[in-house]
């Protein structure tokens, strides 16, 4: 099967009233992990290229990567860029066959954020992909990328009734207390801001920074309109710890394949957690 959009497989999420997966991959050995994971849950997948992998040169490498293990798969797979940070990058990724893009202006003025979606969205939909915007800001530091904390964060529910009205992208991210990295201590959600903007909003919503997340929190998000839900942070160390219980054996093989298999168990479980239940 070849790559698909993300306003495919949302669709889909949207009448499973589940969410779909948008795991981050560094290298080779988690795109294999993660693939092995979904094609035994036979369910929808978002590979994810952040802005560290992109830094260290990898974003044509991961790619084709990618697309090779699509072509082979037999459930819809979208290669995304996450927090794409200018109209240059997203016009890499889209050259290096992404099909979807995220243009994250969540630190500009809201007009400018308006004007850069608008413009990523020319350049998407020249080539057949989709777009993710962001609106509020999303916490704590993932890959340099961060906010003021000090800053008001949460989305407004009125900066998203005006961006729809001015602009329709694929997928909407919004910060309802929600952070990158691991958390300290228990999630602070607002739930009730997050029901107030899927009322409004006319496009899928995203959560960013679901590593750390627990399960009923997921579940209720999932509820109130969640339908992309980004896991970094907890990919990178789960590969991390997989390939520490295996270093001592100075064997390439065995610590890669200890990685695989931490990275493998996490996302099984993300999917089925995602599923929120759906019936097949």
Do not use: W
Not at 26 to 42: C, G, T, Y
Not at 64 to 77: G, L, N, Q
Not at 144 to 168: M, Y
Not at 185 to 197: M, Q, S
């Amino acid at each position: 099967m070849s790559l698909t959009t993300l306003k495919e497989v949302l669709a889909y999420a949207e009448t499973k009233k589940a969410a779909i997966p948008a795991f981050n991959i560094d290298n080779m050995e988690i795109v294999q992990s993660i693939f092995k994971a979904a094609e035994e849950e036979q369910y929808p997948l978002i590979l994810a290229v952040g802005q560290a992998a992109i830094k260290d040169g990898r974003m044509a490498l991961l790619a084709a990567s990618a697309r090779t293990f699509a072509e082979k798969s037999s459930f819809p797979v979208v290669l995304h860029l996450d927090h794409g940070q200018s109209l240059e990058q997203v016009r890499m990724a889209l050259d290096c066959g992404f099909t979807s893009v995220m243009i994250d202006g969540s630190k500009l003025p809201f007009e400018e954020n308006i004007r850069i979606s608008e413009e990523t969205l020319k350049l998407a939909r020249a080539a057949g992909a989709s777009v993710e915007a962001e609106l509020g800001c999303i916490l704590g530091t993932e890959d340099d990328i961060s906010h003021d904390d000090n800053k008001p964060f949460l989305v407004r529910t009125e900066d998203v009734k005006a961006f729809n009205e001015a602009i329709t992208v694929d997928a909407l991210a919004v910060g309802i207390g929600n952070a990158h990295g691991i958390y300290k201590g228990l999630p602070n959600l607002d739930f009730e801001r997050l029901a107030e903007v899927n009322d409004i909003s006319v496009v899928p919503l995203v959560l960013h920074g679901g590593s750390g997340i627990p399960a009923d929190m997921i579940q209720r998000a999932i509820s109130l309109g969640i339908r992309k839900i980004n896991v970094a942070t907890e990919v990178r160390l789960a590969y991390v710890k997989g390939i520490t219980t295996a270093i001592s054996t100075g064997d390439f093989y065995p610590i890669a394949n200890a990685g695989k298999a931490e990275v493998y168990n996490l996302v099984k479980g993300k999917i089925q957690l995602f599923k929120n239940g759906m019936v097949d």
